[in-house]
């Protein structure tokens, strides 16, 4: 919950329309897959040049992740 | 969990007046806003070293007045990404002193708590990916860009203490062989600990040298100083 709690703060700050941030979280024993949707537009403001940001946000949930004990995966779709 | 603005600054400056100019422009206020505390009257050092800096406390007589809107943009957004990484931690906030003309101010973020070794596991790929995260959130918050920096209360101070050891090497190490010796390059945060480290020194001098991330401290014996025998001629 937590990690989807993050990914939201962060989505919700960069994109222009965060009535359509979404983002599913599926769990798995101690895996836990995170996808976030954008509107269309946004997906540049949530994937930055070279995809840096979404891997700046993969690098705060494993550190999220690593406090809980879980595992995590993140894609934006 | 501690929210509060930082109110209250302590600068360290090889003279009273100015580690009272450094303070002053970490709080972003002026003379008459603050009430300043002399915690240590520096000297200079002699060519040994020794020198002890001056040291003062400025708190800002309003509070509120403390509360510059893009620092606090800034603070908000880092403790709230700390809130929801399940971080425990404070925050605090203050401008960066420029080192000279080349150089802008920046919003320093200090992260305060317990058990914050994970956000520097992995060589600081947490910080640095809060600190860009941070940086591109305030800019759209903000509309314009704000240079955002991080630190990690302790790690800071232990490299402080690294650097003022390197400083006082490499001023040993210039006396000795007459030469100037050239540090790695390094923030400027990193090179004005350097500079005041040897500022008081009566064996050397320093100067920063060179562009953008391959600047570095260069440390210059003065003339005539530690040679056994001056040049002649």
Do not use: C
């Not at chain 1, 769990?27 to 891997?55: S, W």
């Not at chain 2, 969990?1 to 600068?11: G, K, L, N, P, Q």
């Amino acid at each position: 919950m937590a990690m989807k709690e993050l990914v939201e703060y962060i989505a919700k700050a960069l994109v222009e329309d965060p009535a359509q941030v979404h983002i599913s979280e599926v769990v798995t024993g101690a895996n836990v897959h995170l996808e976030l949707m954008v509107a269309p537009d946004d997906r540049g403001r949530v994937i930055g040049q070279n995809g840096r940001i979404a891997n700046a946000i993969r690098s705060l949930l494993w550190v999220a992740a690593a406090q809980e004990g879980h595992r995590v995966t993140f894609d934006i779709v | 969990m501690a929210m509060e603005h930082r109110a209250s600054v302590e600068t360290t400056a090889p003279t009273v007046g100015e580690a009272v100019e450094r303070g002053l422009a970490k709080l972003g206020l002026t003379r008459e806003q603050v009430e300043i505390v002399v915690l240590e009257e520096g000297r200079k050092g002699s060519l040994m070293g020794g020198g002890i800096p001056s040291r003062v406390r400025l708190t800002a007589l309003d509070p509120t007045a403390a509360e510059d809107p893009d620092l606090e943009a800034a603070r908000t957004v880092v403790q709230e990404l700390l809130e929801r990484m399940r971080v425990t931690a404070s925050t605090t906030a203050e401008w960066t002193v420029p080192e000279d003309e080349h150089e802008t101010r920046h919003a320093l973020i200090e992260i305060h708590g317990q058990d914050l070794g994970i956000m520097v596991s992995r060589r600081g790929e947490g910080l640095a990916a809060m600190q860009y995260l941070a940086r591109m959130m305030v800019g759209r918050k903000l509309g314009r860009p704000l240079p955002v920096i991080l630190d990690v209360e302790g790690f800071r101070r232990r490299r402080e203490q690294q650097l003022r050891r390197m400083a006082r090497r490499a001023a040993e190490q210039a006396v000795e062989r007459g030469r100037t010796i050239t540090l790695e390059p390094m923030p400027s945060n990193e090179r004005r600990i350097v500079h005041i480290e040897l500022r008081g020194h009566e064996g050397v001098t320093t100067e920063s040298v060179g562009v953008g991330r391959q600047r570095k401290v260069t440390v210059v014996p003065k003339a005539g100083a530690g040679a056994d025998e001056p040049p002649s001629g």
